[in-house]
């Protein structure tokens, strides 16, 4: 038997309050003066908490966006040899980010574009050339970048074009290991001032700051409209001179048990009097958050704003009977307000349960926090359901479907791991030619149609994919999944792949590929950023392969196989007797000391 909520809701809290009622009678106000103090240290640690959550999630799009921004130059997309494409790239990328004040991408040389949002530019064009020999603080950041691996903040500096201090990000741009430039991003310390002016818990009396390193006011509710008197050489104003009394106190403010209310040891609680009022602040510094030095996140208060607290517990005693009558119509309505989204997400769940994603209905809005986070945490975890499925089926048209399940739904097997494996390295001859004979838009047409036909065959024969390399493939045999029969199947795969093209035309050309084939011991693991990963191997045995494509030119060969791809597959080979293969001997391949002993397929 179940029990409806309402009747939980108004028995367990009207009773509730009956006994507490009792209880606040019985013990008078006696407990009401100390906890003053305890409700003011509670509600100033999660405003604090509060505070630096959300100055983190101001500054994750600008994080995104370097992210963005270096992948593009680390994959090539992007490249300071396309000033055009890389300025347009960037205009689009600022657009997307309304609340960053500019950026600035310049390369190893110094020279480059500077970015500035067109709703914070005092004068001047939003977009210009930048060159680090006009700009004495550019060349040292260009200097500083060379050593950094990662995406840094710096300190505040003034931006003249602006009329403004901003934060800034500065980025490594690297691709191959190569320092190509710098992306530095700026946002006006005048934005996180209307962030902590908005914050919804201004309304209680409570005052947010940030500093920088301790002394220097970062942001505060007054600076909001960008009313900041600073230079380029004092970007931000010091404590001490700060229009705040309270924030010019900070330095001899005396400390306040906190223990009590928190674990966390970075959270600190003080006191200040000024002008006959006591005024509690909390604060807590950060590291890595918006600059080189550590950021003060804190607020104070005026201890009269709780004043009211205390009038509040005397008048309860004397209206106790009302407010149990009111609260009984209150719990009523919240009752069915809360019984509501409950049925709604019950209902909710039993589609997702039936596997109905795509009518799920849409959860209502609830005004108690708790069902509110568990609505839209629903309709987050059904996106994710979505989009899991949506990768599933995009991951799956670049590794057999088999794969691409076991990458998303066992992550842990595909842990780096050694073993002996059979490359396949095949490219197209004469592809430089065709480029120039067919133009691009063939050429990608062509290129589209003699992958598709490929992977399906490599598929086949269960090999992966790794890397497509210009008009390259590398396919690799025996990973992530064993398979005993790897290098046979490496083989029948080449073989396949050649007699397909003997008989197919792409767009009326025929295409020839050279094709190497090598075993040997090899890593495989997911690498790249931490954005971005890509499942590939590393090894000689990769080389080799590559090694006996090229060698095909010398040979007058279509296909060549290493000794040792031969010897793994004897037993296969034998009982197959397809294809026939033919010894060339030991050939002698670029960047090996040793001949490798080759075969290549006696149809070819």
Known sequence: MTIPIRIVLVVGFCGLLAVSLGIVIYTGVSGALSNTLALIAGNSVRMVENAEQRLSDELSPIEAQAAWIAESFSSGRLTFDDPQRLRLALESSMAALPDLAGMIVIDRYGHGFQFLSKWQVVDGPSVQEVNILADGLLAKALESAR?????????PVWVPELAQTAINLHTPLVRDGHFLGLLIQGKAVADLSNRLRDFDWTDSGATPFLLYDGNQVLAHPSLAEGALNATEEAPLPTVSAFDDPVIQSLPIMAPLRLQDFTEDERFKLGQVFFENRRYLISYAQFSGLAADKPITVGLYVDEDQYRPLRTKIYEMIGASLSVLAISVAITLWLAKQTGQPIRALAAASNRVAAGDLDHVPALPHSRLREL??????FERMVAGLKERERILDLFGRVVPQKIAERMLHAPDGLSPQQTEATVLFCDLARFTNMTEELGPEKVVTVLNAYFTDLVDVIHTFDGIVT?????????VFNLPMADPDHAFKAIEAGTVIQRHLNRQSYEG???????GIATGPLIAALVGAESRLNYTVH???????????????????HILIAESTVNAAKAPLAAANNPKLKSLGPQTIRGRETP?????????
């Open 147 to 155: 050593e950094i691996k990662i995406p840094v903040w710096r300190r």
């Open 372 to 377: 509110e986070a568990a609505s839209r945490g």
């Open 467 to 475: 890397q497509f390399q210009g008009d390259a493939i590398l396919a």
């Open 509 to 515: 050309e025929r295409l020839t590929a050279r094709i």
């Open 539 to 557: 090894g000689d045995t990769v080389n080799v392969a590559a090694r006996l494509e090229e060698l095909n030119k010398a040979l007058d060969t």
């Open 596 to 604: 490798v002993t080759v075969f290549t397929t006696t149809s070819d």
